[in-house]
């Protein structure tokens, strides 16, 4: 904990989670120069940034060196008390093997449920719910996205307005659908993906899509007859209906604007129910969020991190389902994943992820080392094991109920691994598909990172960033290093900020400036 409290000041202020950590972080701003005293008795030999660490005592070649209570490297020389401890004075620990792990060890004792608390929420034919209303325009190839852009810009301008309940149209832009290996096997994993993110609980079961006509994935595999339940329009019931579809070489096309025009004719059907659908009240357990973190600095485990893992807990108990994922930033902790499994089954399966990733790697010759950015490592993120150590804190304490392989489609309440590449842009798009209508995503470094289709809450690790990126930053959960508010004081601020967010009463900054970023498919499967 803190060597000192309070508000940062000019007096050193070091954080020490774990009483075996033999390491601190500097919580000032701008950090501390050499030959400042700390509370510990060490003296700084260097001036140490902030977020960056200190030695709290001398560690001899080969030593372990703590942080959160378990080796993140073995000093590569001898560090006296009060260096400046960096990534190049460590040697990274070797991963942790797939064997012989805890298998569904820890048996907490069940939270109270938190019962009556609500939002406001678009239900679905198929029993969703919506924290958004959106007509989302699929497409089954990228080459159609430059006509499904210019369509979208029309009918922002030239319809929308005429349908006040519905927030926005997005167009589902991805690079994927042709000059790609489309029977491999994992091709299943893009194909699915783009699939269920058609079917996101924010698009209200309007499913709309834009063809080219000669690619490789077509719409009926994409969307295969049968398989979706579509809203018969007639009957007002869930029933297989016919795919509407918009295939650009249809011989009915004659020019550019044939194209647009069909484009906009069956957005308009869209949009008209839609704009019939009015939000009503509904649980919190209605609610399905990913968190995500980005930017990531060594405050990241400290501040927002706990808070969000703590506010994890409370949506769990309030009985809504939340997404964890990032592979390699959780991989050095399997451990504490497998004992926390509610069955065996659930271990095996975040093993069998975690080993299909390993191996994914491995073809690519590298491994998860190759996840720590520049960014981090200047904000004081020595290695993946420390980054892992600080991401997985996300996930609170709860029991985790469920696996899902990437892009398959949420069926659980509770807590699930969802198993994504630690990239900002795919680990989103994977929890989109996953069926997430809220998303919560944690920086220390600061990004812009937001989506079309799903409110983004951003939670800043320090105040300094809250305070530059005063209008992009929704929480400030620096608060917590600066002694003014506890990790459960933000947990709750940040539960009852989802609540408005989620029932439109307030708009993410993403929402407000319009940050959107693009979808990435994950495609481990080859191009052609």
Known sequence: MPEASGKLTSAPITIRIHERDNVAIVANSGGLPQGTALTSGAVLRDHVPQGHKVALMDLAIDAPVLRYGIPIGFALQAIPAGSWVHERLLRMPDARGLEDLPIATVKPEPLPPLEGFTFEGYRNPDGSVGTRNILAITQTVQCVAGVTEFAVRRIKTELLPKFPNVDDVVALEHSYGCGVAIDAPDSIVPIRTLRNISLNPNFGGEVMVVSLGCEKLQPDRLLPPGSIPLVDKRQGTNAVGQLDVVCLQDDAHVGFMSMVNSIMHHAKDHLCRLNARRRETVPASELVVGVQ??????????????????????????????????????????????????????AQAMIREMAWYDAYLKHGSVDRSANTTPGNKKGGLSNIVEKAMGSIVKSGASPISNVLAPGEKLKTKGLTYAATPASDFICGTLQLAAGMNLHVFTTGRGTPYGLAEVPVIKVATRTDLARRWHDL????????????????????????????????????????????????????????
Request: hydrophobic fraction near 45%.
């Open 473 to 528: 930053m929704d929480v400030n959960a620096g608060t917590i290093a600066d002694g003014s508010a506890t990790i459960e004081e933000v947990g709750w601020e940040l539960f009852r900020l989802m609540l408005d967010v989620a029932s439109g009463r307030k708009k993410t900054w993403a929402e407000h400036w319009k940050l959107h970023n693009a979808l990435v498919l994950f495609n481990p499967a080859p191009v052609t």
């Open 293 to 346: 973190c980005g930017g990531s600095d060594a405050f990241s485990g400290v501040t927002a991190n706990p808070a969000v893992g703590f506010c994890t807990d409370l949506l769990v108990r309030a009985g809504a389902s939340v997404m964890f994922s990032e592979t390699t930033e959780v991989r050095d902790g399997i451990a504490q994943l497998t004992a926390r499994a509610t069955t065996p089954e659930v």
